[in-house]
């Protein structure tokens, strides 16, 4: 089992919608990190939160230490949100990135 | 565009080639990192430097070498790499190192998709 699990691993929705990612982690961490990875490869950093909730624009990060769980939410869903977003705690064993599989959303117009 | 820059973007290469990997960053950080990402897999953290030492070999294969001349610069040595390696290959640098003592925003390249026949 990873340390790290997304959730869903794919994701299809309607211009427009409401969308949900989530984050569930095992291990203690300092920081959680949510990046976006479009086709082609290259990775933003979106958000770095420690605890409670972070907004930018149209995208929203919150994390729930006790039950190490975060979400990912986007209002008001584009075609341009299309990528895949990935969850990394920095933190387990080694205090290094541990990354989760990432969830691929494609937002149709 | 992060500030790290990576080349080539794209590698195709023979089991018995020697190729090199480069990565630059503008961003005045202290910590460069190699990730391998491969289908179906989440990133793997595969070397971390710190002030130009490696502090971190996360048991990677000594076909790939990495070297860092100085906190800018990050290459990865390639030589008789097996088709298995073929993956996209991404730089990053943040300002201090990521880990227990603080958690610092990693900044990514654009990646080097290789291919290894």
């Known amino acids: 089992k990873n340390e790290v699990e997304q959730s869903p691993q794919n994701l299809t929705a309607q211009e427009g919608e409401f969308i949900t990612i989530n984050c569930s982690y095992s291990v203690g961490i300092s920081a959680l990190h949510w990046l976006q990875q479009h086709p082609g490869g290259g990775i933003v950093s979106l958000f770095m939160?420690?605890?409670g909730k972070k907004k930018h624009g149209r995208l929203i990060a919150t994390i729930n230490i006790q039950e190490k769980h975060s979400s990912l939410h986007i209002t008001a869903s584009h075609p341009r949100d299309s990528a895949v977003y990935i969850c990394?705690?920095?933190?387990?064993?080694?205090?290094?990135?541990?990354f989760g599989k990432g969830t691929k959303l494609s937002v149709k117009p | 565009e992060t500030g790290v820059t990576q080349t080539p973007r794209h590698l195709v290469m023979g089991m018995t080639n020697k190729k090199s990997l480069k990565c630059e960053q503008h961003l005045g950080h202290n910590a460069m990192y190699w990730y391998k990402q491969s289908a179906k897999k989440p990133l793997e953290l595969m070397f971390v430097y710190n002030f130009k030492e490696q502090t971190e070999n996360n048991s990677v294969p000594s076909r790939f070498s990495p070297e860092c001349p100085n906190s800018s610069h990050l290459f990865l040595h390639l030589h008789t790499l097996q088709p298995e390696d073929s993956a996209l290959y991404l730089c990053?640098?943040?300002?201090?190192?990521?880990?227990?003592?603080?958690?610092?925003?990693?900044?990514f390249g654009p990646g080097t998709r290789l291919t290894v026949l």
């Open positions: 990053a640098s943040s300002q201090e190192p990521t880990g227990w003592a603080g958690a610092d925003t990693q900044y």
């Open positions: 990394a705690v920095s933190g387990g064993s080694q205090g290094n990135l541990i």
């Open positions: 939160l420690s605890s």
